[in-house]
């Protein structure tokens, strides 16, 4: 069973920034494709980023593309996601989830694991 904890949620301001933390468990993280996906209040949840194991490709959403960058420690079992440029419609719970296949698939259902998420607001 691997388990996936995220931090580092909270408030800011419009233009601010804001970094995510998910750390995980299991033995074979190096290997699992890694992905950040939101959620808003009575939207769907939709993707945000991903990263291979080898933390040389990522994928964003166009809605964050240029704003948010997505990386990896494998030696923390830790994967990141630095929010920049902040806007209020990015307010929503922010949920880790691991592949643990490898998969760069970036529908919902192509996650294997899930974290419990990590509220970020954001202020106009």
């Known amino acids: 069973q691997v388990q996936l904890v995220e931090s580092g949620g909270g408030l800011v301001q419009a233009g601010g920034s804001l970094r995510l933390s998910c750390a995980a468990s299991?033995?074979?993280?190096?290997?699992?494709?890694m992905g950040w996906f939101r959620q808003a209040p009575g939207k769907e949840r939709e993707f945000v980023a991903s990263?291979?194991?080898?933390?040389?490709?990522?994928y964003y959403a166009d809605s964050v593309k240029g704003r948010f960058t997505i990386s990896r420690d494998n030696a923390k079992n830790t994967v990141y996601l630095q929010m920049n440029s902040l806007k209020p419609e990015d307010t929503a719970v922010y949920y880790c989830?691991?592949?643990?296949?490898?998969?760069?698939?970036?529908?919902?259902?192509?996650?294997?694991?899930w974290g419990k998420g990590t509220l970020v607001t954001v202020s106009s």
């Open positions: 299991g033995r074979t993280f190096s290997s699992y494709t």
């Open positions: 990263i291979i194991g080898s933390g040389f490709s990522t």
């Open positions: 989830a691991a592949n643990q296949y490898g998969s760069i698939r970036t529908a919902p259902e192509a996650m294997d694991y």
